[in-house]
């Protein structure tokens, strides 16, 4: 009768350890060679019919994963660790990452092309918000994953999921800590809020802790320049110039307007905390050495990569699930700026 193959064994022909070989088999962190040498020799030597269930495990061993943005990611400081997270979630696997960044109609057909000679088996989008651009790779039909997401959404159709960072729950809850502890009676919002639905969630969390506090909404308060504006020290300058009156606080779209928002104000010898406050969002290293400080909301940006890699693992292996929106937990980091 043949012997039934062990973990045992399989460690004694790899030259590893029993523990090594059990935590491969289970899906536990191991190396990516290390795993792919396991698999590859259970199935060899056909340990409890592993043939059929890591059939899947090899096949992700081959697949290619790409990264579409608009932007230079690794220009910006939030989305460093983002990346950090994605490439330690694909140290589990060997799965090759490639990126392409589309700045225009060119590009987006010079990306087409590369899709069509090369196999991608799962896109991430980060700062992509062209719907147009995004309709057509729905059609497509490969997985994709998005880091945020356009805000007027519902035309666009198809299997896709989408992670953000919490902003709506958290900005509310800011805004109504400040009506409590500091007396702020009023709010302005500085940025673009149709820019992404994050930007509209912190935009619509300060609109609904007013209203919960029965305090009128006016945005007479507020700077929400089209994004395609420049929401540079000068130009902030000027806009808050041009207010009918300043806020007792002003909650901007992320940490880069409110560092700008804050040289503006200094500019226009408006001291803050003490005539007004200011929040920001995303906690960038930059907000530690801001003048002053900058209050923020903290992201985990790290979880938010390693997030994407497991969600879009899920959409390959189940394309036709339904979609997802999924929100990574948010904190407000107390500075001086409040």
Known sequence: MKKNVTIQDIANALNLSRNTVSKALNGKHVPAKTRNAVISAAISMGYKGYKLAAASEVALGQKRFLILSSRLLMNINYYIFVLRGIEESLENYDIELVQFNV???????????????????????????????????????????????????????????????????????????????????TFGFVGDYLHCRSFYERFTGMR?????????????????????????????????????????????????????????????????????????????????????????????KTALGKRIINVLLERVNNPLQANQIIYIASNVVIRSST
């Open 103 to 185: 700045t225009s109609p060119a590009s987006f057909s010079k990306f087409k092309r590369y899709l069509s000679d090369n196999r991608v088996d799962g896109i991430i989008c980060i700062e992509f918000f062209e719907c147009s651009y995004i309709a057509e790779l729905l059609d497509m039909g490969l997985a994709l994953v998005f880091l945020d997401f356009p805000l007027y959404d519902s035309t666009l159709k198809g299997k896709y999921d989408m992670i953000l960072p919490e902003s709506q729950n958290v900005i509310k809850n800011f805004c109504m800590q400040m009506m409590r502890d500091e007396d702020c009676r």
């Open 208 to 300: 609904e802790a007013l209203f919960l506090a029965g305090l009128p909404i006016d945005l007479k308060y507020s700077v929400l320049h089209d994004d395609s504006l420049s929401y540079e020290p000068e130009v902030l300058e000027e806009a808050i110039h041009n207010l009918p009156a300043l806020p007792d606080c002003f909650i901007a779209a992320n940490d880069t307007i409110a560092i700008n928002l804050l040289k503006a104000l200094k500019s226009l010898k408006i001291a803050v905390p003490a005539d007004i406050k200011v929040n920001g969002f995303d906690n960038i290293a930059e907000s530690k050495q801001a003048t002053p400080p900058l209050t923020s909301v903290n992201v985990n």
